[in-house]
């Protein structure tokens, strides 16, 4: 029955100028992820207002599980467009109104934009008012809790009727606010950052370090599964880094102890490079203050000194229990708790330095070729798009 | 580009004629149990299937029981053997036993009954001193493996089945035989044990198709109930391809078996040789399984050089798990004494009649090249 969806975007309409810059922005993935469903979805922009028409023969659980993933949109509303007539808009409110079983108590809100239709607003209320509860026996008008709101929108291209408004997922569409490099690793935290950068409409250029022969091909899999995931919400390119070489430096060439933070030197060298290359503005990570060595604010601050892009860090103040949720919520939680073997626990010291200073990790990193390191790195690149 | 596959205790490759033989047997779709000619003409190819897999073990063929595999043969034989009223005492293992069986048994610990494992000397053979001590209480069943699948050792039973029956007469003795059949001569009629499990796919045969023997098949109750297929021990349509590959596998495998030895023993010691000069050391024993063959690689993963290795085309598998943590490294290494490093560095090569000289060489080729590619990890402490 319903022939459009009304789109709602909160935070896009206030950007001012760029107004029409980030509608656009939101039509186009909004296009791009109902072509999913197939032929005869039209996303149009009349009046700075966004506007989905439907084929005649469409699965509105499909489109409202779509439409749910995009970012940027506050909420969504499936509608009836009738002829501007009086006739065609009662018959329309009234089958709107007893979609999904008819309520208790109802209010017809009438909005009018063209001035020029034969009722105003206050006269559309009562008219249609009148209407439904003439033909739902039992039926009451409750103006300040109605169990239903019955809208209808008076427009030059006709008159719009809905009554349900489906919550979005917020944020600001993908793509937006730039690029940004998500170091993805197989684990529950990064998947998470990225979501979280993409609701603020950073597209993602995700990098994977493979150190085959010591990570396994199941590890990968793995990560790609992950960026599948994630790229239901947008196309997410994943970058897989062939990190052995670096690798089989630091082990040889760096004591022990600082292993880990001098690779995390050399991930985050390789990801502002890579970042350089796509036309990146930040790096993501799924780094939390705590959680593991790495991640204390000394290993931070020593690790976060070789490169100059912002370090995007969304779940640096969540704990892990709260990660997690999000996670769930997500879909990569049950990914990223699969088990599989992996020999990277060789690289980790059964001791880590949890503060190094920026002195030592220089000092480590003294018998190493640095920037030949993080162009062979460059050059072991193997990139997929996902959308 | 070539596979060089030295996987082959974990499964084996369908043999061409087995192949054959099913692809021969798809037209067939009658169900076994239908009494028309169609059924009649599928239940005759599963009773030669059947003496095909009771030709190789020796046995007659009504003591079969055809299962899925090694798997539910095994679950089987020591649920349906104690389903059966009045089996009472203690329940009696090996300590390097297939998860099958070993997974079963910490259930039925976990349930109430007194397991007893009993653990394995320096060469990987069940201690039967300390056998003979389990069996002095009143015993219900019994579970010894034929042929230990990371090791290759093959077990005691003869002398074990005489401690057994001399100490506890009415316990029930169960062979997990997965590993054993084309492999070593042996009668289990003539060994007199109760029940013991094979696989078809370890012989060249189709995954999903095994068999449960029992000496006698009044020993269990059955796990499934339903159409009473299988003289009413395993309800359940019977897996026809499987069956009929499992026969033909079964054929090969006792027309070949002379052959098939003689050529794997080959194998193996063209590979040991290969290995001298190498950093690794053999663990299996000499007078174990030609096809299995573990190899520790102290200072490295064995994951890792299995990764390697797969990089290159040589597929093998570890005894132990890489994660780091122990609870993960092989329980049968733990059995063996093997020290951590030894544990770690763990790597199987199984060979079967279907490699060849050539992939040997190349196998060993490649293990050194990776060796020297890896050389740098040595002695880097790995935890």
Known sequence: MYNKVLIRFGEVGLKGKNRSYFINALAGNIRRALKGLGRGYKVTTPYGRIFVDLPPEHDFAAVQATLRQVFGLVSFSPVVQTDLDMEAIRAAALKELKAGGVPETFKVAARRSLKSFVLDSMEINRDVGSHLLQNCPGLKVDVHNPQRMVNIEVRQEGAFVFSQVIPGPGGLPVGVTGKGVLLLSGGIDSPVAGWMAMKRGIALEAVYFDTPPFTSPRALAKVERLAKILAQWAPVNLHVVNFTPVQKALMQHVPEDLTITVMRRFMFRVAEALAQRQGALALITGESVGQVASQTLESMLTINNVVSAPVLRPVVALDKVEIMDLARKIGTYETSIEPFQDCCTLFVSPHPKTRPTLSQARQAEEHLDVEALVNLAMEGIDTNRYS | ?383
């Open chain 2, 1 to 383: 580009m070539r596979q060089v596959y030295l996987d082959n205790a974990a499964t084996t490759p369908l043999h061409p004629q087995v192949k054959q033989a099913i692809q021969g047997a798809m037209a067939e779709y009658a169900n076994p149990s239908s009494l028309h000619s169609l059924g009649a003409g599928v239940e005759k190819l599963l009773s030669q299937a059947r003496a095909e897999v009771a030709g190789l073990l020796k046995v007659n063929s009504a003591n079969l029981v055809f299962t899925s595999g090694g798997t539910e043969a095994n679950n089987m034989a020591i649920k349906g053997a104690l389903a059966r009223s009045g089996r009472k005492g203690r329940l009696v293992t090996s300590s390097i036993e297939h998860p099958s069986v070993m997974e079963v048994y910490r259930r039925l610990e976990s349930e109430g009954w007194d397991v007893v494992r009993i653990p394995v000397d320096d060469g990987g053979q069940v201690q039967l001193e300390a056998l003979e001590q389990a069996l002095a209480q009143p015993t219900a069943l019994v579970s010894i493996m034929a042929v230990n699948n990371e090791t290759g050792v093959i077990q005691p039973l003869e002398k074990a089945m005489e401690l057994i029956r001399a100490r506890q007469p009415r316990a029930l003795v169960h062979v997990d035989a997965v590993q054993a059949p084309g492999k070593v001569e042996f009668r289990l009629a003539d060994l007199g044990v109760d029940l013991a499990s094979v696989s078809a796919h370890k012989i060249h045969g189709p995954k999903g198709i095994g068999a449960l023997y029992l000496r006698n098949r009044d020993l269990i109750n059955p796990v499934l109930d339903g159409g009473g297929q299988e003289g009413g021990l395993r309800s359940g349509t019977e897996n026809v391809l499987g069956i009929i590959g499992f026969g033909e596998a079964a054929r090969l495998a006792k027309d070949g078996f002379a052959q098939n030895l003689a050529h794997v023993a080959g194998l193996r010691s063209r590979f040991v040789d290969g290995m001298e000069g190498l950093s690794g050391q053999i663990v299996s024993p000499e007078d174990g399984v030609p096809h299995i063959l573990a190899v520790s690689f102290p200072g490295f993963r064995g994951e890792v050089l299995l990764q390697a290795l797969s990089a290159h085309n040589v597929f093998v598998s570890t005894g132990a798990a890489c994660s780091g943590k122990k609870g993960n490294l092989s329980h049968v290494a733990e059995a063996l004494g093997l020290d951590d490093e030894s544990r770690l560095g763990l790597i199987r090569f199984s060979f079967s009649s279907m490699n060849t000289e050539e992939e040997v060489v190349y196998a060993l080729t490649k293990m050194e090249e990776v060796l020297a590619e890896l050389a740098f990890v040595r002695g880097r402490r790995s935890r």
